[in-house]
């Protein structure tokens, strides 16, 4: 199965600013801090997961 590196930056990106915003309204507020927290963690786990390459598959002879 191939996924592309799109996809998977985008779910990577999507489950690091759920976790970030789960843990930021623990409280029942969201501050500005809070906010750049979640925008970071998800624009970190996009360039994480754009930049480590996809492992070449095995052959399976």
Do not use: F, H
Request: glycine share 8%; net charge positive.
């Amino acid at each position: 199965m191939k996924i592309s590196k799109v996809c998977k930056a985008i779910v990577a990106g999507a489950a690091a600013g759920t976790a970030a915003a789960a843990t930021a309204v623990q409280d029942g507020q969201l501050t500005a801090a809070e906010g750049v927290t979640i925008v970071l963690a998800i624009l970190g786990a996009y360039a994480a997961t754009w930049k480590v390459p996809n492992r070449e598959p095995k052959d399976q002879s």
